[in-house]
Protein backbone atom coordinates (compact mmCIF):
# COMPACT_ATOMS: atom_id res chain seq x y z
CA UNK A 1 0.00 0.00 0.00
CA UNK A 2 3.09 2.42 0.51
CA UNK A 3 3.09 5.14 -2.19
CA UNK A 4 5.74 4.90 -4.65
CA UNK A 5 9.91 5.72 -3.71
CA UNK A 6 8.06 5.93 0.33
CA UNK A 7 10.36 4.36 3.26
CA UNK A 8 9.28 4.84 6.77
CA UNK A 9 12.33 4.21 8.06
CA UNK A 10 13.22 7.93 7.02
CA UNK A 11 11.06 8.91 9.95
CA UNK A 12 12.90 9.75 13.26
CA UNK A 13 9.72 10.77 15.16
CA UNK A 14 11.21 14.27 15.48
CA UNK A 15 7.28 15.39 15.73
CA UNK A 16 7.32 18.36 13.50
CA UNK A 17 4.43 17.05 11.94
CA UNK A 18 2.67 16.58 15.17
CA UNK A 19 2.75 20.13 16.68
CA UNK A 20 1.70 21.33 13.09
CA UNK A 21 -0.98 19.37 12.54
CA UNK A 22 -4.29 20.64 13.99
CA UNK A 23 -6.05 17.49 13.52
CA UNK A 24 -3.26 15.92 15.92
CA UNK A 25 -5.67 14.43 19.16
CA UNK A 26 -8.48 13.77 17.54
CA UNK A 27 -9.69 10.31 17.78
CA UNK A 28 -6.62 9.60 20.23
CA UNK A 29 -4.47 10.07 16.86
CA UNK A 30 -1.81 12.51 15.28
CA UNK A 31 0.59 11.88 12.15
CA UNK A 32 3.53 10.66 14.04
CA UNK A 33 1.26 8.20 15.92
CA UNK A 34 -0.33 6.96 11.96
CA UNK A 35 3.36 6.47 10.83
CA UNK A 36 4.54 4.47 13.60
CA UNK A 37 1.83 2.52 13.88
CA UNK A 38 2.01 1.84 9.95
CA UNK A 39 5.45 0.99 10.58
CA UNK A 40 4.66 -1.47 13.20
CA UNK A 41 2.45 -2.95 10.80
CA UNK A 42 -0.58 -2.03 13.21
CA UNK A 43 -3.23 -2.47 10.15
CA UNK A 44 -6.20 -3.60 12.02
CA UNK A 45 -6.06 -0.76 14.28
CA UNK A 46 -5.34 2.38 11.72
CA UNK A 47 -8.28 0.69 9.41
CA UNK A 48 -10.32 1.30 12.34
CA UNK A 49 -9.50 4.28 13.53
CA UNK A 50 -11.78 7.28 11.85
CA UNK A 51 -8.57 9.80 12.11
CA UNK A 52 -8.08 8.92 8.27
CA UNK A 53 -11.37 11.34 7.44
CA UNK A 54 -10.37 13.57 10.14
CA UNK A 55 -7.27 15.04 8.04
CA UNK A 56 -7.83 16.99 5.31
CA UNK A 57 -4.98 16.24 3.49
CA UNK A 58 -3.67 19.53 3.63
CA UNK A 59 0.09 18.92 3.18
CA UNK A 60 1.10 20.72 5.88
CA UNK A 61 2.89 17.97 7.56
CA UNK A 62 5.09 17.00 4.49
CA UNK A 63 5.52 21.02 4.20
CA UNK A 64 7.34 20.76 8.08
CA UNK A 65 8.67 17.61 7.61
CA UNK A 66 12.56 17.18 7.56
CA UNK A 67 12.43 13.76 5.51
CA UNK A 68 9.66 15.03 3.41
CA UNK A 69 7.48 12.22 3.87
CA UNK A 70 4.22 12.11 2.30
CA UNK A 71 1.84 11.20 5.26
CA UNK A 72 -1.65 12.30 3.25
CA UNK A 73 -0.38 9.51 0.64
CA UNK A 74 -0.35 7.11 3.56
CA UNK A 75 -3.33 8.64 4.34
CA UNK A 76 -4.84 8.13 0.58
CA UNK A 77 -3.45 4.80 0.60
CA UNK A 78 -5.72 3.82 3.92
CA UNK A 79 -9.05 5.08 2.58
CA UNK A 80 -8.16 3.57 -0.46
CA UNK A 81 -8.94 0.38 1.27
CA UNK A 82 -11.50 1.50 3.72
CA UNK A 83 -14.60 -0.88 4.00
CA UNK A 84 -17.18 0.39 1.83
CA UNK A 85 -20.20 0.63 3.99
CA UNK A 86 -17.92 2.30 6.57
CA UNK A 87 -17.00 5.19 4.51
CA UNK A 88 -18.71 8.52 5.22
CA UNK A 89 -22.01 8.42 3.52
CA UNK A 90 -21.67 12.35 2.37
CA UNK A 91 -18.91 11.84 0.28
CA UNK A 92 -20.24 8.51 -1.20
CA UNK A 93 -23.63 10.24 -1.76
CA UNK A 94 -21.96 12.90 -3.67
CA UNK A 95 -19.39 11.02 -5.33
CA UNK A 96 -22.40 8.62 -6.47
CA UNK A 97 -24.43 11.56 -8.11
CA UNK A 98 -21.77 13.10 -9.96
CA UNK A 99 -21.07 9.90 -11.17
CA UNK A 100 -24.53 9.31 -12.42
CA UNK A 101 -24.75 12.56 -14.49
CA UNK A 102 -23.18 13.92 -17.33
CA UNK A 103 -22.26 18.14 -15.27
CA UNK A 104 -20.30 15.73 -13.16
CA UNK A 105 -22.62 17.27 -10.53
CA UNK A 106 -22.17 16.28 -6.50
CA UNK A 107 -25.16 17.78 -6.08
CA UNK A 108 -26.95 16.00 -8.89
CA UNK A 109 -27.54 19.01 -11.17
CA UNK A 110 -28.63 17.67 -14.64
CA UNK A 111 -27.77 19.40 -17.70
CA UNK A 112 -31.49 21.19 -18.11
CA UNK A 113 -31.55 22.27 -14.63
CA UNK A 114 -28.04 24.13 -14.97
CA UNK A 115 -28.50 25.69 -17.83
CA UNK A 116 -32.32 26.63 -16.76
CA UNK A 117 -30.59 28.21 -13.38
CA UNK A 118 -27.95 30.51 -14.96
CA UNK A 119 -30.62 31.71 -17.82
CA UNK A 120 -32.82 32.46 -14.57
CA UNK A 121 -30.37 34.39 -12.92
CA UNK A 122 -28.41 35.89 -15.72
CA UNK A 123 -31.61 37.05 -16.79
CA UNK A 124 -32.60 38.95 -13.41
CA UNK A 125 -28.98 40.49 -13.76
CA UNK A 126 -29.62 41.84 -17.16
CA UNK A 127 -33.44 43.32 -15.90
CA UNK A 128 -32.16 44.77 -12.97
CA UNK A 129 -29.08 45.72 -12.75
CA UNK A 130 -27.82 49.23 -14.90
CA UNK A 131 -24.77 48.62 -16.67
CA UNK A 132 -25.28 45.04 -17.23
CA UNK A 133 -28.28 45.04 -19.76
CA UNK A 134 -25.99 43.08 -22.38
CA UNK A 135 -24.33 40.55 -20.15
CA UNK A 136 -23.41 37.60 -21.24
CA UNK A 137 -22.99 34.08 -20.16
CA UNK A 138 -22.07 31.67 -23.06
CA UNK A 139 -22.84 27.97 -23.01
CA UNK A 140 -20.91 25.44 -25.10
CA UNK A 141 -18.97 28.30 -26.93
CA UNK A 142 -16.90 26.83 -29.25
CA UNK A 143 -12.98 27.66 -28.89
CA UNK A 144 -13.56 30.02 -26.16
CA UNK A 145 -9.84 30.54 -24.39
CA UNK A 146 -11.80 29.76 -20.87
CA UNK A 147 -13.67 26.78 -19.96
CA UNK A 148 -15.01 27.93 -16.63
CA UNK A 149 -16.24 25.76 -13.71
CA UNK A 150 -18.02 25.85 -10.66
CA UNK A 151 -18.47 24.40 -7.48
CA UNK A 152 -22.14 23.13 -7.72
CA UNK A 153 -23.56 23.77 -4.10
CA UNK A 154 -23.46 27.65 -5.65
CA UNK A 155 -26.49 27.11 -8.24
CA UNK A 156 -28.17 24.66 -5.95
CA UNK A 157 -27.71 26.61 -2.99
CA UNK A 158 -27.37 30.33 -3.64
CA UNK A 159 -27.27 30.71 -7.77
CA UNK A 160 -27.29 34.44 -6.95
CA UNK A 161 -23.91 34.51 -5.90
CA UNK A 162 -22.68 33.29 -9.59
CA UNK A 163 -23.09 37.15 -10.77
CA UNK A 164 -20.45 38.70 -9.68
CA UNK A 165 -17.88 36.55 -11.07
CA UNK A 166 -20.06 36.62 -14.53
CA UNK A 167 -19.71 40.60 -13.81
CA UNK A 168 -15.46 40.18 -13.03
CA UNK A 169 -15.41 38.16 -16.96
CA UNK A 170 -17.98 40.49 -18.61
CA UNK A 171 -15.59 43.63 -17.76
CA UNK A 172 -12.65 41.88 -18.26
CA UNK A 173 -13.89 41.00 -21.64
CA UNK A 174 -12.62 37.44 -21.30
CA UNK A 175 -13.46 34.98 -23.96
CA UNK A 176 -14.89 32.30 -21.79
CA UNK A 177 -18.09 29.72 -21.54
CA UNK A 178 -19.35 27.29 -19.83
CA UNK A 179 -20.11 23.81 -20.40
CA UNK A 180 -23.78 22.52 -20.72
CA UNK A 181 -21.90 19.31 -19.30
CA UNK A 182 -18.48 18.35 -17.17
CA UNK A 183 -18.56 22.32 -15.64
CA UNK A 184 -18.87 21.14 -11.68
CA UNK A 185 -15.93 22.06 -9.72
CA UNK A 186 -15.75 19.11 -7.17
CA UNK A 187 -13.93 15.55 -7.71
CA UNK A 188 -15.21 13.36 -4.62
CA UNK A 189 -13.61 10.39 -6.53
CA UNK A 190 -10.42 12.09 -5.48
CA UNK A 191 -12.01 12.54 -1.58
CA UNK A 192 -12.68 8.77 -1.47
CA UNK A 193 -9.22 7.59 -3.00
CA UNK A 194 -11.32 6.02 -5.43
CA UNK A 195 -9.08 6.06 -8.58
CA UNK A 196 -11.54 4.32 -10.51
CA UNK A 197 -14.25 7.70 -9.65
CA UNK A 198 -11.67 10.17 -9.62
CA UNK A 199 -10.40 8.78 -13.32
CA UNK A 200 -13.60 8.66 -14.96
CA UNK A 201 -15.01 12.43 -13.66
CA UNK A 202 -11.60 13.68 -14.71
CA UNK A 203 -11.84 12.10 -18.19
CA UNK A 204 -15.21 13.21 -18.55
CA UNK A 205 -14.52 16.77 -17.83
CA UNK A 206 -10.97 16.46 -19.66
CA UNK A 207 -13.52 15.76 -23.30
CA UNK A 208 -15.74 18.47 -22.64
CA UNK A 209 -13.10 21.17 -22.92
CA UNK A 210 -11.48 19.33 -25.39
CA UNK A 211 -14.40 18.65 -27.82
CA UNK A 212 -15.41 22.95 -26.72
CA UNK A 213 -11.44 23.13 -28.25
CA UNK A 214 -10.50 25.62 -24.94
CA UNK A 215 -7.18 26.76 -24.12
CA UNK A 216 -7.76 27.27 -20.88
CA UNK A 217 -10.01 24.85 -17.86
CA UNK A 218 -10.18 27.75 -15.69
CA UNK A 219 -11.12 27.35 -11.92
CA UNK A 220 -13.18 29.37 -9.72
CA UNK A 221 -12.99 29.37 -6.11
CA UNK A 222 -12.47 25.26 -5.12
CA UNK A 223 -9.01 24.10 -3.95
CA UNK A 224 -9.59 20.71 -4.23
CA UNK A 225 -11.18 20.51 -7.58
CA UNK A 226 -8.08 22.67 -8.97
CA UNK A 227 -5.95 19.78 -7.45
CA UNK A 228 -7.61 17.13 -8.25
CA UNK A 229 -7.96 18.08 -12.25
CA UNK A 230 -4.20 18.70 -12.23
CA UNK A 231 -2.54 15.57 -9.95
CA UNK A 232 -5.47 13.59 -12.15
CA UNK A 233 -4.60 14.27 -15.39
CA UNK A 234 -0.75 13.49 -14.89
CA UNK A 235 -2.01 10.12 -12.71
CA UNK A 236 -3.88 8.62 -15.55
CA UNK A 237 -2.00 9.67 -18.47
CA UNK A 238 -5.05 11.85 -19.71
CA UNK A 239 -3.84 13.68 -22.39
CA UNK A 240 -4.97 17.07 -23.20
CA UNK A 241 -4.17 20.44 -25.02
CA UNK A 242 -5.32 22.90 -22.37
CA UNK A 243 -3.93 23.98 -19.35
CA UNK A 244 -5.54 24.49 -15.82
CA UNK A 245 -5.04 27.66 -14.50
CA UNK A 246 -6.76 29.43 -11.54
CA UNK A 247 -8.39 32.53 -11.82
CA UNK A 248 -6.62 33.96 -9.08
CA UNK A 249 -3.90 34.48 -11.71
CA UNK A 250 -5.90 36.22 -14.18
CA UNK A 251 -7.39 38.48 -11.54
CA UNK A 252 -4.57 40.10 -10.92
CA UNK A 253 -2.89 40.09 -14.71
CA UNK A 254 -6.44 41.99 -15.05
CA UNK A 255 -5.78 44.79 -12.51
CA UNK A 256 -2.21 45.16 -13.98
CA UNK A 257 -3.75 45.85 -17.55
CA UNK A 258 -6.14 48.22 -16.40
CA UNK A 259 -9.15 45.63 -17.35
CA UNK A 260 -11.04 45.62 -14.17
CA UNK A 261 -11.20 48.88 -12.33
CA UNK A 262 -10.44 47.72 -8.89
CA UNK A 263 -10.11 50.63 -6.12
CA UNK A 264 -9.68 50.70 -2.44
CA UNK A 265 -11.15 54.24 -2.35
CA UNK A 266 -14.30 53.46 -0.72
CA UNK A 267 -12.53 51.95 1.89
CA UNK A 268 -9.99 55.37 2.63
CA UNK A 269 -12.49 56.26 5.74
CA UNK A 270 -14.18 53.11 6.64
CA UNK A 271 -10.69 52.23 6.91
CA UNK A 272 -12.28 48.07 7.70
CA UNK A 273 -10.27 45.55 8.41
CA UNK A 274 -9.62 42.42 6.47
CA UNK A 275 -7.99 39.13 6.44
CA UNK A 276 -7.06 36.45 3.72
CA UNK A 277 -7.20 32.53 4.41
CA UNK A 278 -4.90 30.74 1.72
CA UNK A 279 -6.05 27.60 0.31
CA UNK A 280 -3.86 24.67 1.37
CA UNK A 281 -4.73 22.83 -1.99
CA UNK A 282 -4.35 25.84 -4.27
CA UNK A 283 -1.41 27.52 -2.63
CA UNK A 284 0.88 25.04 -0.69
CA UNK A 285 0.12 21.72 -2.70
CA UNK A 286 -0.18 22.75 -6.33
CA UNK A 287 0.96 27.01 -7.45
CA UNK A 288 3.58 27.75 -3.85
CA UNK A 289 4.12 30.89 -2.88
CA UNK A 290 3.49 32.52 -6.17
CA UNK A 291 -0.44 32.59 -6.18
CA UNK A 292 -0.39 33.32 -2.38
CA UNK A 293 1.38 36.92 -3.76
CA UNK A 294 -1.13 37.56 -6.07
CA UNK A 295 -4.52 36.82 -3.85
CA UNK A 296 -2.25 39.35 -1.49
CA UNK A 297 -2.05 42.26 -4.63
CA UNK A 298 -5.77 41.50 -5.61
CA UNK A 299 -7.46 41.63 -2.28
CA UNK A 300 -4.65 44.80 -1.49
CA UNK A 301 -5.56 46.67 -4.27
CA UNK A 302 -9.25 46.36 -3.53
CA UNK A 303 -9.32 46.61 0.39
CA UNK A 304 -6.02 48.86 0.63
CA UNK A 305 -2.85 47.92 1.70
CA UNK A 306 -3.29 49.69 5.06
CA UNK A 307 -6.44 47.93 5.97
CA UNK A 308 -5.18 44.24 5.12
CA UNK A 309 -4.22 42.28 7.92
CA UNK A 310 -1.57 38.78 7.30
CA UNK A 311 -2.50 35.77 9.62
CA UNK A 312 0.61 34.76 11.28
CA UNK A 313 1.65 31.57 9.59
CA UNK A 314 0.40 32.55 6.32
CA UNK A 315 1.20 31.77 2.48
CA UNK A 316 2.48 27.97 2.37
CA UNK A 317 3.21 27.77 5.74
CA UNK A 318 -0.81 28.54 6.44
CA UNK A 319 -2.80 26.32 8.51
CA UNK A 320 -5.80 24.44 6.57
CA UNK A 321 -8.93 25.79 7.68
CA UNK A 322 -10.10 22.08 8.53
CA UNK A 323 -13.00 21.89 6.36
CA UNK A 324 -11.04 20.05 3.62
CA UNK A 325 -10.40 16.17 2.51
CA UNK A 326 -13.90 15.90 2.46
CA UNK A 327 -13.75 16.99 6.38
CA UNK A 328 -16.66 19.47 5.33
CA UNK A 329 -19.17 16.77 4.19
CA UNK A 330 -18.19 14.11 6.88
CA UNK A 331 -20.25 12.92 9.91
CA UNK A 332 -17.57 14.35 12.17
CA UNK A 333 -18.87 17.63 12.78
CA UNK A 334 -17.36 18.38 16.53
CA UNK A 335 -14.19 17.18 15.45
CA UNK A 336 -14.56 19.29 12.17
CA UNK A 337 -15.03 22.59 14.80
CA UNK A 338 -12.20 21.19 17.10
CA UNK A 339 -9.42 20.96 13.96
CA UNK A 340 -10.90 24.79 13.21
CA UNK A 341 -9.83 26.34 16.68
CA UNK A 342 -6.20 27.19 15.37
CA UNK A 343 -7.44 29.10 12.27
CA UNK A 344 -10.48 30.83 14.60
CA UNK A 345 -7.27 32.11 16.30
CA UNK A 346 -5.56 33.38 13.80
CA UNK A 347 -8.42 35.17 12.31
CA UNK A 348 -8.91 36.38 15.45
CA UNK A 349 -5.32 37.50 16.11
CA UNK A 350 -5.71 40.06 12.74
CA UNK A 351 -8.39 42.04 14.64
CA UNK A 352 -10.16 41.75 11.31
CA UNK A 353 -14.02 42.24 10.36
CA UNK A 354 -13.87 40.05 7.52
CA UNK A 355 -11.95 37.04 6.33
CA UNK A 356 -11.83 36.62 2.73
CA UNK A 357 -11.66 32.70 1.67
CA UNK A 358 -11.01 32.23 -2.59
CA UNK A 359 -12.37 28.51 -1.74
CA UNK A 360 -15.54 27.00 -1.38
CA UNK A 361 -14.92 24.73 1.22
CA UNK A 362 -12.97 27.07 3.20
CA UNK A 363 -15.57 29.88 2.76
CA UNK A 364 -18.06 27.12 4.54
CA UNK A 365 -15.81 25.87 7.45
CA UNK A 366 -14.45 29.55 8.62
CA UNK A 367 -18.22 30.46 8.56
CA UNK A 368 -18.99 28.02 10.34
CA UNK A 369 -16.92 28.21 12.80
CA UNK A 370 -17.30 32.41 13.19
CA UNK A 371 -20.80 31.24 14.04
CA UNK A 372 -20.39 28.22 16.39
CA UNK A 373 -17.85 30.08 18.10
CA UNK A 374 -19.95 33.45 17.86
CA UNK A 375 -16.53 34.72 16.90
CA UNK A 376 -18.25 37.77 15.03
CA UNK A 377 -16.01 38.54 11.88
CA UNK A 378 -17.58 37.53 8.43
CA UNK A 379 -16.41 35.57 5.31
CA UNK A 380 -16.39 36.87 2.06
CA UNK A 381 -16.00 35.20 -1.52
CA UNK A 382 -13.02 36.89 -3.22
CA UNK A 383 -15.27 38.17 -6.04
CA UNK A 384 -17.48 39.51 -3.88
CA UNK A 385 -14.57 41.95 -2.78
CA UNK A 386 -13.64 42.71 -6.18
CA UNK A 387 -17.50 43.86 -7.22
CA UNK A 388 -17.99 45.68 -4.05
CA UNK A 389 -13.95 47.55 -5.10
CA UNK A 390 -15.35 48.43 -9.01
CA UNK A 391 -18.76 49.28 -7.56
CA UNK A 392 -21.08 46.91 -9.34
CA UNK A 393 -22.24 44.76 -6.60
CA UNK A 394 -25.49 44.02 -7.01
CA UNK A 395 -28.20 44.42 -3.79
CA UNK A 396 -29.10 41.06 -3.85
CA UNK A 397 -25.53 39.92 -4.30
CA UNK A 398 -24.38 41.20 -0.29
CA UNK A 399 -25.26 38.26 1.48
CA UNK A 400 -22.37 37.79 3.71
CA UNK A 401 -21.80 41.52 3.79
CA UNK A 402 -22.19 43.00 6.97
CA UNK A 403 -23.73 46.11 8.19
CA UNK A 404 -20.96 48.13 7.88
CA UNK A 405 -20.82 46.99 3.94
CA UNK A 406 -24.36 46.44 3.25
CA UNK A 407 -25.14 50.10 1.46
CA UNK A 408 -21.37 50.41 0.09
CA UNK A 409 -21.38 51.59 -3.52
CA UNK A 410 -25.26 50.77 -3.88
CA UNK A 411 -26.98 53.29 -5.96
Not at 19 to 41: E, H, N, T, Y
Not at 209 to 235: I, W
Not at 265 to 290: A, E, H, M
Not at 350 to 378: M, R, V, W
Request: charged residues 25%.
Amino acid sequence: MLPEGENLNSCFTCGACSSGCPASGLSGMDPRKFVRMISLGLDEEIMTNDWVWMCTICNRCVHVCPMKIDIPQLVFAVRSQWPKEKRPKGIVDNCVRALKNNTCSGMGISVEDWKFIVEDVVDEVRQTQQGFEELKVPMDKKNARFFLNQNSSMPLTEPLEMAPLWKILHLAEADWTYGSQGWAAENFGFLLADDGAWEKIIRKKAGVVERLGCKVLLNTECGHDFFAVRQGLEKFNISQTFEVKSIVEYYADWIRQGRLKVSSDWNQDLKIKFTLQDPCQLVRNSYGDFIAEELRFVVKEAVGEENFIDMVPSRSNNYCCGGGGGAILSDFKEERLSYGKIKLEQILETEAAYCITPCNTCHSQILDLSHYYQAGFKTLHLWTILCLSMGVLGKNERKYLGDDLALVGLK
